[in-house]
């Protein structure tokens, strides 16, 4: 159960769009539709972005979207403001009643 | 409003044993899969196990499996963690997270506790 893998960081100007990825194997991301994206903020708990590989939760901004090509999911954040500054994890579902977790991107807006 | 309350961390000695508790409230909780995500102080989020509605399914990650058990308790809008011989890479933050998606083991987690912060260290 080696962790999804994820960059250790991303930055990005407001206005502009980033893209962080999240790449694991054919036994988690790229066998099951179960994909999500959590961001968290210091001292705060994980808030969910993204579900489903691309559904997003209420409450979520559309300016947060997913994708996934084989083995690898996505998440892209369009217009980057201040308050995305945060950490973002991926993850996934991994068979036999298991889920896994990207190691975390920290986003930071410049 | 849904919410999730942990409860039951502590510090405890290597080898110790601790019940962590999660109260449940404004939701169906029968209806949702359940599970406890941990995370180390200044690292990532590391998931713990999963429980589905009626306690038919459960899963552990290979790190916690063999000395944690997972359960829940529908007529009180519980979930619990008992944690056994407790080791010093057990310290953490454990939150109780719920599915988004009733009757289903694993969509997404949409609701998130506080946190109860375990720590391990003799």
């Known amino acids: 159960q080696s962790a999804l893998t994820q960059p250790r960081s991303v930055s990005g100007s407001p206005g502009q769009s980033v893209t962080i990825s999240c790449t694991g194997t054919?036994?988690?991301?790229?066998?099951?539709?179960?994909v999500s994206w959590y961001q968290q903020h210091p001292r705060k708990a994980p808030k969910l972005m993204v579900y489903?590989?691309?559904e997003r939760p209420s409450g979520a901004p559309d300016r947060f979207s997913g994708s996934k090509s084989g083995n690898t999911a996505s998440l892209t954040i369009s217009g980057l403001q201040a308050e995305d500054e945060a950490d973002y994890y991926c993850?996934?579902?991994?068979?036999?009643?298991?889920?896994?977790f990207g190691g975390g991107t920290k986003l930071t807006v410049l | 409003e849904v919410q999730l309350a942990e409860s039951g961390g502590g510090l405890v000695q290597p080898g110790w044993s601790l019940r962590l508790s999660c109260a449940a409230s404004?939701?169906?909780?029968?209806?949702?899969?359940m599970h406890w995500v941990r995370q180390a102080p200044g690292k990532g989020l590391e998931w713990v196990s999963g429980?589905?509605?009626?306690?038919?399914?459960?899963g552990y990650a290979d790190s916690v499996k063999g000395r944690f058990i997972i359960s829940r308790d529908n007529a009180k809008n519980s979930l619990y963690l008992q944690m056994n011989s407790l080791r010093a890479e057990d310290t953490a933050l454990y939150y109780c997270?719920?599915?988004?998606?009733?009757?289903?083991?694993?969509?997404?987690?949409?609701?998130w506790g506080q946190g109860t912060m375990v720590t391990v260290a003799s």
């Open positions: 997270a719920k599915v988004i998606k009733r009757g289903w083991f694993l969509s997404a987690f949409d609701v």
């Open positions: 404004g939701f169906s909780f029968a209806g949702h899969a």
């Open positions: 429980i589905s509605g009626n306690s038919d399914l459960i």
């Open positions: 054919s036994s988690d991301v790229g066998g099951y539709t179960y």
């Open positions: 489903d590989v691309s």
């Open positions: 993850c996934s579902y991994a068979g036999g009643y298991t889920v896994i």
